[in-house]
């Protein structure tokens, strides 16, 4: 008797297989259907938004902050405050080098920091330091002016049961927005009992169990950010519409190279009918994904709400896709495909002028016509 998979379940079983043979990744992305290039639609430029989990948050918190004149908001689901991965702290244990952490700010010669300390050791965490940095930034222009950040909405997630982000390191990310964002434009969810995980409210693995990174906690995350950053927004569709989520070329941002840059052949952008037609300005929201994205990428696409939201409230959602990268001599971190927030692409990685940064820029600028620096 033939075994019947709903959708989800079939996405599942493709996500292990995946977890287990990860290079397998690039032989299905050629089954994919073939990407087309990224759509120029008509965006408000006052509503361009972008989230990320993880690795993806860390790259939306420095994202926010170099970007701020054009990002109206974002959501942090588990992420580090800008800067922080790679500046020594007073009370930070040394190391011998090591390719994880390659620059660390305040370091001796031929020592550098334990990987992932503001992580894991958050207590240590100076976010005075880090204020003074963003500020030096500002003013060398490797960032848009902080006082852009006053319009900002920020939605922070941090699961209960989150063993690899500590509860005081999105603390920390908060802490850092303070003096810039205020208070009431800041919004901190620290109390589902979700592992490290997007939390929904439909589809996704048990909640709280560290099985999978896309967990149902009764607790739409991706909604309440949505909601959150741009307000009275209408609820969301039963369903995503299928014939609006269209694989895009990734080629055009891949930069001088890719090795560095790391993204995959092809991703996502969902754009609701209502966008197509032009006939209105629709918002747009940027959707990062976590370490390991052949693992859970697909998944994410189809079972997080954003598409659902966006179906109902007339906005665009990009999809960008990491692959495994860095060659030969890939860190541990490239080779899961996560988003560079150790400086592993360059001292210049959480500026205007990172790599990954300038490819995530030139795809909205892409979509939006919007120009996003001087």
Known sequence: MALLL???????VVALFLACFPKTSGLLAHARPRSLQLPRLG??????????????GDFAVQFQVAFSKTITGSAIFAGQPFHCAVTRFPKDPLEPPNTSVPICE????????IWDHCKNHAEVV??????????????????????????????????MFDQIYSETSVQRTLDFFL??????????????????????????????QSLGVIEDCGYDGPGA?????????TAPAAAIDQMSLHLFDQSPFFGIDDNQTGLDASGYIYVPKSCKDG???????????????????????RTLSFNRWAET???????????????????????????????????????????????????IEAVSGVQMTS
């Open 6 to 12: 709903s959708t989800e379940s079939m996405l599942f």
């Open 43 to 56: 965006i408000d430029p006052a509503r361009i938004s972008i989230s990320g989990f993880s690795s993806g």
């Open 106 to 113: 305040g370091c001796p010669d031929n020592k550098t920091l």
């Open 126 to 159: 100076n976010v005075s330091m880090l204020v003074a940095i963003a500020e030096r930034y500002e003013s060398l222009g490797l960032i848009d002016e902080l006082n852009n950040l006053r319009k900002a909405r920020i939605y922070l997630y941090h699961g």
């Open 179 to 208: 003096p810039f964002v205020s208070a009431d434009q800041l919004f901190y969810e620290n109390t589902i009992p979700s592992a490290h995980a997007w939390p929904t409210d439909q589809g996704g693995l048990p909640c709280g």
């Open 225 to 233: 950010a949505l909601q959150h950053i741009y307000d009275n927004l």
């Open 279 to 301: 006939g209105k300005l629709c918002a747009l929201h940027v959707a990062l994904h976590g370490c390991r994205p052949y693992i859970h990428y697909e998944l994410a696409v």
């Open 313 to 363: 409230n007339d906005i665009v959602v990009l999809w960008p896709l990491l692959k495994p990268y860095g060659g030969s001599n890939a860190t541990e971190q490239e080779d899961r495909g996560c988003y560079d927030v150790y400086a592993q692409t360059g001292h210049y990685y959480d500026t205007q002028y990172g790599v990954q940064m300038t490819a995530i820029r030139k795809m």
